[in-house]
């Protein structure tokens, strides 16, 4: 069987690569942090000259942003990067305010250069970490997965299907401790059952957004549920849970668009590492490798 | 806990990746094919003139060696690089003959463009592939690790610890078909549990060695086998078998060289895979993205 339809999903998630040479780069002292569009280049150069400043970028041919380097600690860096992204958001431009940290990063066990508002970190294309559970039940006539319908009422990918138990990785919390608290928020999973989740390794990417570049790696998690387990929807972000053969969901994966798009890598890798994907077919390789293409540090 | 233990088999296994610019690449039409030493480039051009001519590369400092237009059939070229290939062997600059042949390739799913003796593949500094399966037990105590001791009379590696089964992939034979075969002839599994094989993705890394560089992706195989079961070596590659407690095995690679090379690298994915190494761990995500350094298509 071609492997097509799992290909198309790793293109779509990288679409960010193709177009990068158009981002501008901006750095906090010689770390390359992240990357912007040209509007936000010309806004922060031209209302936020006390902040960024033009450089000449080495290996990329548009001209780059750094931080002043005045701002010589974290909590500088991140106070006066809160006060741009206030008045970004209060003309507009910067919607879907979470209230929640995302740390600037240069590798994941990486010191935070700084902290910025969750909501902004796709606009600064900075580098973001989330934990994606495949929650799953071995019965007799093979793997069945439990797959998450978000509600409608969303703000971002109403409708769509998801993970059991997904999430974006805040400063301050481990993976772990991560894996944990959204299990019970979204799932209503119990901390002895969702202390099981077992570590797999992790999927990356570089995907293009209205908003910017969207660069992440999600740790890849799998939880074996008991067959009586029933997850139930807790904090209003899932609409229902349902419970199908991993066949079903792998033809949804390549035959559909059903899926929130990064979900459909973390469950390519599952089924990669249980042996539903083979060797034997084309572009089994190509599949392995992609799930790795974006920047995984 | 640290991951330097781990990385340094990174490290060591990619070390062609930092040399490869002093070899030189040769190709088959405008197909780049491998890279070889220049005392082998050297000898090529000047030995056997009718088969290779000589290009400038492009993207690549060093002359190039382009296989004769001539040579328009894979059964061609396979028969005028055998030939090559015997005068090495005759003269000694070659060792180690198999009988055994390899495909070279672009991509492992692309069709052969010649056939050459396995012995030449690091020579010629072709992909090459190999099937390795992690056979292992789950005991209420955690998962423990079937371990093969090499013979210390094999040619390669004597001595070193392996896996329960691993072997090159030959052409005309699938992966699991390889499996199958390996399993029988170096460990006397059966046939119906060699079956339960499970892929679990792949490894790729650029090894040099004195004969040139070793550009390997290896299909990785879980194989869950019973309590009772016990591998007995079969064909005189495997002097004794062992059972160790998982932890054991990261011991061992963590802290000696007491495996064959290319082992410790697909059992740090068993390791990734089965959650013993962690997100929190730093430099967990420089391993799971390591384990893909070669070229893995």
Known sequence: MSLQGYH?????CNNGLRV??????????????GFIQPWLFQRLRKD????????????HHLESLALSEELDTPDKRSTALAGIMQKLREDGSLTGWRSESYPV??????????????AAAVHLGIKAYGVHINGYVRRGSGIELWVARRSRSKPT??????????????????????VVKECQEEASIPRELAQRAQSVGAVSYSSEQAEGLKRDVLFCYDLELPDSFEPQPQDGEVES????????????????????????????????????????????????SGLLSGDCS
Request: charged share 20%; net charge negative.
């Open 8 to 12: 198309r999903w790793i293109d779509k």
């Open 20 to 33: 990068q040479h158009a981002y501008h780069q901006w750095s906090i002292g010689s770390t390359p942090c």
């Open 48 to 59: 936020f000259p006390s902040v960024f400043t033009v450089k000449q970028s080495e290996g």
């Open 105 to 118: 990063l240069t590798a994941f066990d990486s010191e935070p250069l700084a902290l910025v508002e969750r």
């Open 157 to 178: 990918w109403p409708g769509k299907l998801d993970h059991i138990v997904a999430g974006g990785q805040p400063h301050g919390l481990s993976p772990q401790e991560n």
């Open 241 to 288: 849970f349902q419970r199908l053969p991993l066949k079903d969901v792998a033809d949804i994966i390549a035959q559909t668009d059903d899926f929130k798009d990064n979900c459909n890598l973390v469950i390519i890798s599952f089924l990669v590492r249980h042996g539903f994907l083979k060797p034997e077919q084309p572009g089994y390789l190509g599949v392995v």
